[in-house]
């Protein structure tokens, strides 16, 4: 069964396995002890420290091992904030970034302190001078990506961390995607990422401190990890971790090549075999393995589960897959369709013809899931007919309220409105996106007097 999600978690690699099986016979004491069994673990958590530097590009002494990666972002946010408590309370951070720097932000934000949101493109890449327009005198900390988890989307962390200096604000680059294909640009003062997403043990994450950056750890703390990571080391897991980001550099080259190639695939053909599609990221600028893509008229969730029946393993950032039942915080931010929304990542080795069945079994999926749902198959016809139409969608979930207004759209002429009441927070995005492809004009929204919001669309043509 071809897993296509490893954004979310690669399998673990071979390299890792294999550190982990031997490291667990001969890491099981406690580093921090000066017997022989303790003197051999630290050995191990050591050589473990110097791989992963290398790899990060820092210091050994600049680098811990935490619990996770969102334990690292954590402790990274808090750490910075609290050691330039003195410079200011301002937190600058993309509106992108992933949940557990946004988390940190919240919780910030309800300490008293001050969050500032950079918003982005519509490829999902930060303006760098946004970004250091954003930087004031108060700022504390600002917090940037390498590259995005949910479209594959590189941000510009030189320029933004050469901005950064100038302003004398230490920047934090989440690497937790990219650091499986190369270092991250120079500049940065902490970096965090996670084991699991480059094929290492879960329950690894890396924190790195460049020397020379303040920063108060916070919370109860003790002699390990340099008070920054307290609690006994996973070193089996550590071991597994630096042996296998160390494994993935080293194929890197070769191997982002090979899935670049098949995600061009992707990018080029998904539009071509699917009507109505629209694939969001950075076309150029963005991970090799990841492409993101959005369908009309389209349940997410039924189509990953549709596409979990043939075989595929994918991920989505649609509402309908949420517990939340808004989109994701990226294509939001983005302001691009959100319904149906796939996003394919595909972990090392993954094979040609894998790729090729998956855009040979699309098409029938989506179209299953569209004619279930009732939507349109044909553009619709003049009318003429006058006066505005109302479409009521209150508590129907997207794509639904997309639908009923593709359905009615000819209903009135050119020039004429249609409004449609929706309580659905997909709407926001999905409507608008939806006049863009059709070439229909979005007017705005308003608050609906019975509830929800009120869109309106003048028909064009």
């Not at 303790?38 to 530097?53: C, F, H, Q, V, Y």
């Not at 917090?143 to 901005?163: D, F, K």
Request: charged share 20%.
């Amino acid at each position: 069964m071809p897993y296509f999600d490893a954004a979310s978690a690669a399998p673990l690699h071979p390299v890792a396995r294999q550190a982990l099986l031997a490291s667990l016979d001969e890491g099981w004491a406690d580093p921090a002890r000066l017997y022989r069994e303790g003197r051999r673990a630290r050995m191990l958590l050591d050589a473990a420290r110097e791989a992963a530097a290398e790899a990060v590009g820092c210091r050994a002494d600049e680098l811990v091992f935490t619990p996770s990666g969102t334990r690292a972002v954590h402790t990274g946010v808090s750490g910075a904030l609290a050691g330039r408590r003195r410079v200011g309370n301002r937190l600058v951070v993309s509106a992108v970034e992933h949940s557990s720097v946004l988390h940190a932000a919240e919780a910030h934000a309800a300490a008293g302190g001050s969050v500032t949101e950079v918003p982005v493109d519509r490829w999902g890449a930060v303006e760098a001078g946004a970004f250091a327009a954003a930087l004031d005198g108060s700022t504390a900390l600002a917090c940037l990506q390498s590259a995005n988890h949910e479209v594959g989307t590189e941000q510009p962390v030189a320029r933004a961390a050469a901005a950064c200096r100038e302003a004398g604000v230490p920047l934090l680059v989440d690497a937790a995607q990219s650091l499986a294909w190369g270092p991250v640009a120079e500049g940065w003062s902490l970096l965090a990422a996670s084991a699991h997403k480059w094929g290492g043990p879960a329950g690894v994450g890396l924190l790195a401190v460049r020397k020379g950056v303040r920063f108060a750890p916070q919370g109860p703390s003790d002699e390990r990890e340099s008070g920054r990571a307290p609690g006994f080391e996973n070193l089996p897991a550590i071991v597994a971790a630096a042996a296998s980001l160390r494994a993935v550099r080293a194929e890197a080259e070769a191997e982002g090549a090979r899935l670049r190639a098949l995600v061009d695939r992707i990018r080029a053909r998904v539009p071509e075999l699917v009507p109505d599609v629209e694939v969001v990221g950075d076309p150029v600028r963005r991970l090799p393995h990841l492409v993101t893509f959005s369908c009309l008229y389209v349940d997410g969730e039924t189509l990953l589960h549709e596409l979990d029946r043939e075989g595929f393993s994918v991920s989505s950032g649609s509402s309908c897959t949420s517990s939340t039942l808004t989109p994701s915080h990226v294509l939001r931010a983005m302001g691009v369709l959100s319904e149906g929304n796939v996003r394919v990542s595909l972990p090392a080795g993954t094979a040609e013809e894998d790729v090729d069945r998956f855009l040979a079994v699309l098409p029938g999926v989506v179209a299953g899931v569209r004619e279930r749902l009732g939507a349109p198959v044909a553009a619709p016809a003049p009318a003429a007919g006058s006066g505005p139409l109302v479409v009521d969608s209150l508590g129907k979930r997207c794509p639904i309220p997309v639908i009923e207004l593709a359905k009615v759209i000819g209903d009135v002429p050119v020039g004429g409105t249609v409004t449609v009441l929706a309580d659905d927070e997909a709407a926001r995005l999905d409507i608008p996106a939806w006049c863009e492809m059709r070439g229909q004009e979005y007017v705005g929204e308003e608050p609906s007097p019975r509830g929800g919001t009120a869109y309106v669309v003048r028909r064009l043509g």
